[in-house]
């Protein structure tokens, strides 16, 4: 056997074995089962929404150029996943109030006779938007998509795109890291109709209430103006029947 005849059989074998090995992979990935991406999602859901009715106070502090200014208090009741009442709590505030119903809200001033309708991406306060208090079942306001898996820091995350589904929803699309382990949400990306990155989230800090493990630390961040975000304090979560009445749409004053 000549020299060349030797070194075509050796390149041909390590063809054939690199394709073996090439099947094997492909193989072995499309037997194993993509995530259930609604199921992903709606377990999310569970570490920001801890009961079916519920009360948590928040507490919104805003940063501009590393300083802080005002803190911003508020008292959210939330009923099913289409009823939120917010009570702001302030004292330059105090006396207005948002209430969410399905896909509409409005909020109220004790200056006027009428409710005034307002959109979840209207700015509350700093860049928290009033869908980032009001809104946060996102299971019902997005289609989940699985992207991949990635890693944020040391934390394995599978990673969902959701894409508005009512008109309701905050933002038009939303990049998601959850946890592998658990679901828990790590960070977010968000996006307007445009294809405009406006904001991205982290989710900082987890701690138990009533039994279960609850958000209490999140960060907004603008990505407009880099100088800029605002930090949201969840604290006394708490189960409660709150009464029909209070997600009332007349005025602020018969709650």
């Known amino acids: ?35 259930d991406a609604e199921a992903l999602l709606k377990r999310s859901d569970a570490f920001r929404n801890g009961w079916p009715a519920y009360v948590v106070n928040v507490k919104i502090t805003n940063y501009e150029a590393g300083r802080s200014d005002e803190e911003h208090l508020y008292e959210v009741s939330q009923k099913g996943t289409d009823k939120t009442y917010v009570d702001f709590m302030s004292p330059r505030e105090k006396g207005r109030h948002l209430l969410m119903l399905g896909d509409d809200m409005w909020v109220y001033l004790p200056d006027t006779s009428r409710p005034v309708r307002i959109t979840p991406l209207e700015r509350l306060t700093g860049d928290a938007s009033n869908g980032d208090v009001a809104r946060t079942n996102y299971a019902v306001d997005y289609s989940p998509t699985f992207l ?53 989230a982290t989710f900082d800090e987890y701690q138990p209430y009533g039994g279960k493990t609850l958000l209490h630390k999140l960060t907004l961040y603008d990505e407009i103006r880099h100088d800029s ?13 709150l009464p029909d009445k209070l997600f009332y749409q007349g005025r602020a004053d018969r709650f």
């Open 1 to 35: 056997m000549s020299k060349a005849d030797c070194v075509l059989r050796w390149f041909l074998a390590l063809f054939f074995l690199a394709f073996l090995l090439t099947y094997a992979l492909v193989s072995h990935a499309a037997s194993v089962p993509m995530p």
């Open 148 to 200: 991949r898996n990635e890693k944020v820091g040391a934390v394995d995350c599978n990673v969902l795109e959701l894409t508005a589904k009512r008109k309701g929803a905050t933002y038009q699309r939303i990049v998601y890291w959850l946890r592998t382990e658990d679901a828990r949400p790590v960070r977010a990306e968000f996006y307007l109709t445009s294809g405009k990155h406006i904001k991205s």
């Open 229 to 241: 975000r605002s930090v949201l304090e969840y604290s006394e979560a708490t189960q409660r029947n």
